[in-house]
């Protein structure tokens, strides 16, 4: 898809995917959200990840505009070092709960559309973001953070249900309130086909 390149088509394709992604998290059984995958990543994860990210560039914005040293992605931390910090973040967000997790993202979302509706085209799309040392403008910056961020984050967590409906009868999760397989009839794990 290609980049907004202005203000009226970055609040439209994150008005469109925010409600993309926001009817797959509403969607979300509570007994799936804490199921981890191969790389130890929840769907709860996911979505505090995306709301945390929205701080991030929010942050960066600030930090620019107030002349100070940017840092991307965050101190002590590279772009090459994103699998580290996002296994950080994930640590740093343990204890968040579900709830807890689709409420920074919600909150962060209006944040995003208040502040990218407080701007004019040419602050989003008219000169590189302050202090990114990039040509990025922040624009381009605001819809990696929030509507890119958005469609990736709708994408896993369809895929990941489909994973966990597979391994999973949707009736034990509310049953057991764990994760539990059952054999199939073939000898297989998962729910019937």
Same mark, same amino acid.
């Given at each position: +898809?290609?980049?907004?390149?202005? *203000?009226?088509? %970055?609040?439209?394709?994150?008005? &469109?995917?925010?409600?993309? #992604? ?73 204890? +968040?709960?579900?709830?807890?997790? *689709?409420?920074? %993202?919600?909150?962060?979302?209006? &944040?995003?559309?208040?502040? #990218? ?77």
């Amino acid at each position: +898809m290609p980049a907004a390149l202005s *203000k009226t088509e %970055l609040l439209s394709v994150t008005e &469109t995917e925010w409600e993309k #992604l926001w009817s797959v998290v509403s969607r979300v059984p509570d007994e799936a959200t804490l199921i981890v995958d191969e790389n130890e990543t929840s769907i709860k994860d996911i979505v505090a990840h995306r709301a945390h990210w929205i701080d991030l560039f929010l942050g960066w914005y600030r930090d620019g505009v107030d002349g100070k040293e940017v840092y991307f992605p965050a101190k002590t931390y590279k772009w090459n070092d994103l699998k580290r910090y996002n296994r950080d973040l994930r640590m740093r967000q343990k204890t +968040m709960s579900w709830d807890q997790a *689709k409420h920074a %993202l919600y909150n962060g979302h209006q &944040t995003l559309l208040d502040f #990218l509706t407080g701007l004019s085209n040419s602050d989003l799309y008219g000169a590189p973001m302050p202090g990114a040392k990039n040509t990025w403008t922040t624009g381009r910056w605001a819809e990696a953070a929030g509507p890119s961020h958005y469609r990736s984050a709708a994408k896993y967590i369809r895929q990941r249900l489909r994973q966990i409906q597979n391994q999973v009868l949707p009736t034990e999760w509310i049953e057991a309130g764990r994760q539990r397989a059952i054999p199939r009839a073939n000898g297989q794990k998962g729910a019937p086909r």
